[in-house]
């Protein structure tokens, strides 16, 4: 059976921000330079998580599939194994040219492969010439004068700098799930919510934050909170929530529904009010503010 040729660009690409995406474009032209399809080859998981705890992601691998797809390329992804650790950079690029009919591999200046992190560029270039591939190793993305990095990113949402990571990440940061039922306690503020749960993914501070959501095809302008919700729930185990509350919404039931929220900017931390009724006062004000950061990100 006929291998299929492909240009692979290697790397994990978590947030698919944009050094990720120099990467990308650069497997995409070269792929149709030379007539073969453009492939990025990751992992479902970080690979530290085989040997350590690993940073929180960016992105799931479901998300980080259908971006790397919405640039037009193939995403090769497997779960990243013990097994895969052990292997030699050799035997890695023998895997790769086994399942391809491999004519270029594009990677980051930076990019370490293979058992104890042996593979690395001038490994890769040097392969390219004995086997006869093409290797194209890219320079970082500068940003404000340093390069963009998945790490770099974590690090600016963890200090609540959302409009930083959503200029490296080229697009705002988000969370995806499915609305859950609760105690309408924000109906009876006057500010009724649509609340999620955001597994598996990085937490910026808690806090409030201006947003904008998605569902079936809408898009609405939000004020979002991000935390435990300490004036109305007592809880001994909160759960961590993302509840937001839709600007102008028309009033429709959104339970059982898929709900995309995307973060815009910081307003304020999460506290616990003296009242229900001080809360509500604190959100009216969350809410024109937001408006005024929203208007100005429309307008960008």
């Known amino acids: 059976m006929r291998k299929t040729s492909a240009v692979v660009a290697l790397g994990m690409f978590d947030g698919v921000h944009m050094g990720h995406r120099k990467l990308l474009f650069e497997a995409k032209r070269m792929a149709e330079e030379l007539g073969a399809i453009p492939v990025a080859q990751t992992f479902s998981n970080n690979p530290q998580t085989v040997f350590k705890k690993s940073p929180p992601v960016l992105t799931l691998p479901e998300e980080k599939k259908e971006l790397i797809e919405s640039l037009g390329l ?3 992804m497997e779960p990243f ?3 895969i650790a052990h292997t ?3 035997n ?5 040219t086994e399942k391809y009919d491999l004519l270029g591999i594009v990677a980051g200046f930076n990019y370490r492969f293979g ?4 593979g690395n560029a001038e490994f890769l270039i040097k392969e390219g010439e004995r086997r006869g591939f093409r290797v194209s190793i890219l320079e970082p993305v500068i940003f404000r004068g340093k390069p963009v990095s998945s790490t770099r990113i974590r690090q600016s949402i963890l200090r609540g700098d959302i409009s930083c ?3 490296m990440l080229t697009a ?7 609305v859950q039922p609760r105690k309408h306690i924000g109906h009876t503020l006057g500010y009724p919510t649509a609340n999620i749960i955001p597994a598996g993914k990085i937490l910026p501070p808690f806090g409030v934050y201006s947003a904008v959501t998605e569902y079936d095809g809408i898009t ?3 004020v979002i909170n991000i935390g435990v919700r300490p004036t109305v729930d007592e809880s001994e185990t909160p759960v961590i929530t993302i509840e937001s509350h839709l600007i102008d919404h028309s009033g429709e039931e959104l339970y059982g529904k898929k709900l995309t929220v995307k973060l815009i900017d910081f307003i304020r931390a999460e506290r616990r009010f003296q009242s229900k009724e001080a809360l509500a006062e604190q959100i009216g004000k969350d809410l024109t503010f937001a408006k005024k950061t929203l208007a100005a990100y429309s307008a960008k």
């Open 74 to 76: 193939t995403v090769d």
């Open 81 to 83: 194994t013990i097994e």
């Open 88 to 90: 030699s950079p050799e």
């Open 92 to 96: 890695y690029l023998e895997l790769l």
């Open 115 to 118: 058992k104890d992190r042996a």
């Open 165 to 167: 990571a959503n200029e």
């Open 172 to 178: 705002p940061f988000f969370y995806t799930g499915i």
């Open 220 to 222: 609405r302008d939000a």
